[in-house]
């Protein structure tokens, strides 16, 4: 996914590729506890730590194929953030609709050449029935046919028409070309909304997977507002932009430990100094010898400080 709005900063910080800084999102740690909770229902145990290892490598291939494509039409990827669909990538690029399409579409480009590199082998496979699914929780066992599964799950749940979804962004910067920027956004907003009850339904009718519940939500959240934020600014352009600036949750609790550290250490500062002052004060007027050892002590320790 190219952006969003829930899960816009944050996340575990891993390393960094290619002058890109890569951090896991809490929610894919929390996804991986369900998977491995409900591991009955995927495969056993051991598939399931041979989904999660591919899902973390196919998301993460998924994310470098938009900070390519952000690279590849004259802008910047700076931040990937993986979680279970995609993850977002903080990228910088022309405000056109060429560009915002040509980096939607790199994430699922990746995960569908990975899948028909793979289904050959799957294919070939006795006793192997398609590529199953493990968000319809369907099991496969193979660990070629667990790949695929994981990149054609990625694949087509990423196309869904609606944000955070690369399918929103896809939709969004199709109509954009022939419509304009804000009609674009007023039927993304409805599709939005279409493809989130479909979901909770879908999921209620066939106790699919609980993440089709969730992305549920998560879609009518962004629907609900984009609609507000269109509605509030008549424009189109806060949601695609100024959002991506805003720091998130977790950004915002280390911002504030790290002010709450520099404020103590200031007041820290501050003590010191008064009762070096003083101290300095009461030896031009009584002498050194005035001072206890406690604040001969204290005064070494100053000194060595500064």
Not at 158 to 173: C, E, F, K, Q, W
Not at 222 to 241: A, C, I, K, P, Y
Request: with cysteine.
């Amino acid at each position: 996914m190219a952006g969003g709005i829930l899960f816009d900063r944050g996340g575990l910080r891993i390393g960094q590729v290619a002058g890109i800084t890569v951090r896991l999102h809490w929610i894919f740690l929390l996804w991986g506890l369900f998977e491995l909770f409900n591991a009955d229902q995927t495969g056993g145990s051991g598939a399931t730590f041979l989904y999660l290892g591919f899902l973390f490598g196919s998301v993460f291939l998924h994310e470098l194929g938009h900070c390519r494509a952000a690279r590849q039409v004259g802008g910047d990827a700076k931040e990937v953030i993986l979680w279970p669909l995609g993850g977002l990538a903080a990228v910088d690029i022309p405000e056109r609709p060429l560009p915002h399409l040509a980096v939607a579409i790199g994430g699922p480009v990746v995960n569908l050449i990975l899948w028909l590199a793979l289904l050959p082998f799957v294919i070939s496979m006795e006793g192997v029935e398609g590529v199953g699914s493990f968000f319809l929780h369907k099991p496969v066992f193979e660990p070629i046919a667990i790949a695929a599964a994981v990149n054609l799950d990625l694949f087509m749940f990423n196309l869904l028409p609606a944000l955070p979804l690369d399918g929103g962004r896809i939709l969004h910067s199709f109509l954009w070309s022939r419509r304009g920027q804000e009609n674009a956004s007023r039927v993304l907003v409805r599709s939005g909304k279409v493809v989130a009850i479909v979901l909770a339904v879908t999921w209620f009718v066939y106790s699919t997977s609980g993440l089709l519940l969730a992305l549920a939500v998560l879609m009518w959240i962004n629907s609900v507002h984009m609609g507000r934020t269109l509605s509030e600014s008549d424009g189109v352009e806060s949601w695609q932009s100024s959002r991506s600036s805003r720091p998130g949750w977790w950004q915002r609790k280390k911002d504030h430990w790290r002010q709450q550290r520099q404020q103590k250490a200031f007041e820290q500062e501050k003590q010191i100094r008064a009762r070096v002052d003083a101290l300095l004060k009461k030896v031009s007027q009584e002498g050194i010898e005035s001072l206890s050892s406690e604040e001969r002590r204290f005064l070494d320790r100053a000194s060595q400080r500064y």
